[in-house]
């Protein structure tokens, strides 16, 4: 099939983003709903509501970025925190039963990365890792132009044994997401400058100087480091991308990170591999669930 253009849906904890995505990345309509939160049948119904509202003759594939491990073949998310989805539920074949199109599903972070390998930071390699940074800790990668489709669940990278106790259902303990995201930057901060203080306000007292707040940051980017070395020593990537909120922090995480990277990385692949942001913004999701639904049409 030669279509041009598949309907992407980025489902999150608050939100639904959906747009009619082509095949150069461009996204059009694009529509923001909030997720229904009461039930499973109601998130279906809300989902159903997002494609109908874009779908017509020209859309030849349906593709959704879900924030939970996906288990690629049973069509099914499995440990879906954020959402009312279970795993009781064949979400892929219910979405192609119910539209009569092929319909890819991937995990949110997954899908990202695969919109900064195609359209982003990472378009002009073949090989990439990324590290979304927000309230949570997702990766996604990228090997010889082709979507890693494991869980890629970077975030749960065991980085300190028996360290910090991990977030939400997950029953880890010095998980990589334990220290490198928002709310971890901003519990360090309100331990040390009161509770008003969150990691906007702490990177901002980064860029005055506050030798403090210029140490946590450096803390942080550290143990990142730590996960980008296993990370690296693992795909061997071109590139590795830092994306979600908490990239904001910028050079103040990176810098220390890369070090630690040239200190941990094999064959001295943390001199020549380089850590940057993400370019795709928060577009990177519905862009990647617009390249997973056309990997699904083949
Ligand atoms: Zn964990």
Redesign the pocket.
């Known amino acids: 099939m030669n279509g041009k253009r598949v309907i992407g849906v980025d489902l999150g904890g608050t939100k639904i983003l959906a747009g009619i995505v082509d095949r150069e990345g461009r996204v059009e309509q694009r529509r923001e709903h909030p997720t229904p939160a009461e039930s499973q049948e109601a998130l279906l119904d809300g989902l159903d509501v997002a494609v109908e509202e874009l779908l017509d003759d020209d859309v030849v594939a349906l593709g959704f970025g879900i924030p939970s491990p996906i288990d690629q073949r049973s069509g099914r998310a499995l440990q879906a925190v954020n959402i009312r989805l279970g795993d009781d539920i064949d979400f892929r074949t219910r979405m192609a039963e119910r539209f009569k199109l092929p319909v890819g599903i991937e995990n949110d972070a997954n899908a990202a990365a695969y919109a900064e390998f195609r359209f982003g930071a990472a378009r002009a390699v073949d090989s990439m890792v990324m590290l979304t940074l927000g309230t949570g800790c997702g990766g996604g990668a990228v090997i010889d132009g082709k979507l890693f489709r494991g869980w890629a669940e970077f975030?749960?990278m065991v980085i300190v044994h028996d360290g910090l106790p991990?977030?939400g259902t997950?029953t880890?303990r010095g998980?990589l997401?334990?220290y490198v995201t928002g709310v971890a930057a901003t519990k360090l901060a309100q331990k040390e400058f009161g509770p008003a203080v969150d990691a906007h306000r702490l990177v901002r007292l980064a860029a005055e100087r506050e030798p403090r707040a210029l140490e946590i940051l450096d803390g942080i980017g550290r143990h990142l480091g730590s996960g980008i070395g296993s990370l690296v020593n693992i795909f061997n990537p071109e590139l590795v991308v830092i994306g979600g909120g908490f990239a904001a922090a910028g050079d103040f995480v990176l810098d220390p990170a890369r070090e630690i990277l040239r200190r941990e990385a094999l064959a001295k692949a943390g001199y020549r591999v380089p850590i940057v942001r993400a370019e795709l913004g928060t577009a990177a999701g519905l862009i990647g669930a617009g390249l997973v639904a056309f990997d699904a049409v083949g």
């Open positions: 975030g749960h991990c977030q997950c880890g998980h997401e334990a």
